[in-house]
């Protein structure tokens, strides 16, 4: 069996050892009919790779509420030039994994397995070093830590919806958007760092910080506890109604 009868086929699961290379060699073919999704650290390397903010970025420069980078003509992610990725240096962790997806399950644990190939990528597969060698070469690792941390929070807040029903507070309905990959108009609040991280320090008179990771630090911290001052406005109103 030849070796292009199996790229893609999702039966393989790599570990970060495996033998694994590939060469790109720039056909952008894969930067066509994606869904290139975004989580809130991503948005805010792009934004700060253009110069804005994430509100802006979240209202120009992406679909599906917010989560995923627009498309334009002909289905080309909104970034892609002449030249290749016009944002290389901030492209979001999807494409540093192609031609890899990312899978972590409480049973197997991380594995990472081939997605279906373009027919006629110009793309090398190898096996010249292993999966952790492909991702330190494309600066991978923040970006999973990031996502894992998103996942993770994204979790917390599912737990939440479920544990009292959707319809107690906004943040709620905005994530089950999120959850159901809504085509709902508008994009989730919560999803924007910038304003989230401005309004949780304005109110605690806090300096907004500068450092991306720890901007998303507190991002994430301001989620948890609005998650925690609903919870305690849902008891309350329990309590009253009991
Ligand atoms: S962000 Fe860059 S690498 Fe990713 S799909 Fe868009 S143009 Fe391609």
Redesign the pocket.
């Known amino acids: 069996m030849g070796d292009e009868l199996v790229r893609g086929t999702m039966t393989v699961a790599y570990r970060r050892g495996s033998a694994f290379s590939y060469t790109c060699h720039a056909c ?1 073919r ?2 066509h009919d ?1 869904v ?1 999704q975004l989580n809130p650290y991503e948005v805010a390397r792009l934004a700060q790779n253009l110069g804005i903010s994430t509100t802006e970025f979240l209202t120009h420069y992406t679909e599906r509420s917010g989560t995923a ?1 627009r498309r334009v003509e002909a289905g080309a ?4 030039t002449p030249q ?5 240096p901030d ?2 962790l ?2 540093r994994l192609y031609p890899l997806g990312r899978h972590v399950t409480s049973e197997r644990g991380e594995e990472f397995r081939e997605l279906l190939p373009h027919p006629e990528t110009e793309g090398e597969y190898g096996v010249a070093g292993t999966v952790q060698t492909f991702l330190d070469r494309q600066e991978a690792d923040p970006f999973i830590e990031a996502t894992d941390q998103y996942v993770e929070l994204l979790g917390r807040l599912v737990a939440a919806l479920h544990g009292r029903g959707k319809a107690d507070a906004a943040v709620m309905q905005e994530v089950q958007h999120v959850v159901d990959e809504s085509t709902a108009k508008g994009t989730p609040e919560w999803l924007d760092m910038d304003r989230t991280v401005a309004k949780y320090c304005g109110d605690r008179r806090l300096p907004v910080p500068t450092d991306l990771r720890e901007r998303m630090r507190v991002h994430i911290q301001a989620i948890d506890a609005g998650l925690v001052e609903q919870s305690g406005t849902h008891k309350e109103e329990a309590h009253e109604r009991g």
Do not use: Y
């Open positions: 952008s894969c930067c994606k290139i980078l992610c909104v970034f892609l290749g990725c016009g944002v290389h492209r979001p999807v494409c």
